[in-house]
């Protein structure tokens, strides 16, 4: 049920993205407390991405879940920014972060919602 989705315009060679992927899944499943086998994490490249009037590197990330903590966001951030900071080498102030909590009856999973 939770969802990671991170759209950068940084190249990430296809070995970079499976590791962060796969580390970023646990993350997300540790910081949750979720089961990882419901974790989904996208990678997606988007050269065409500008900040603050900049094309230097960047990301946006959404981070959707059923209940998600609205009080742990902060933690949350400083947590998917230092990632990304660590596997894409990205400053903090050129992430942006959506957190979104979905309702049960709004998340689709094995032709039922939860």
Known sequence: MPLLKIQTNTPV????????AAE?????AEMLGKPERYVMVSIEENPAMLFAGSD???AYLELKSIGLPGNRTAEFSASLAALLGEHLALPADRIYIEFADAPRN???????TF
């Open 56 to 58: 230097e590197p960047l």
């Open 24 to 28: 970023a899944s646990r993350a997300v």
């Open 13 to 20: 060679d296809a070995g970079k993205k499976t590791a962060l």
């Open 106 to 112: 709004m998340w689709g999973w094995n032709g039922a």
